[in-house]
């Protein structure tokens, strides 16, 4: 049973690669990091992470930034 977990390393290391690979295309450049491109929204308040949609923080009600 040595196959195993190795397989699976194989696999999470190709997508990586493809991430990575799919974000130079995108941006043109090296290291660009396609998640982090999603923009998060974050209270002005408390920085507790919000929903994009949220316009007020769920905890504080504060302002989302
Ligand atoms: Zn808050």
Redesign the pocket.
Known sequence: MAGGSCLDLREQRGNQDIIDAFGKVLSGKNNYKTVESIPKKM??????ELKPADKF??????KAQ
């Open positions: 209270c002005s308040g408390c920085k507790k923080c769920s905890d504080c009600g504060a």
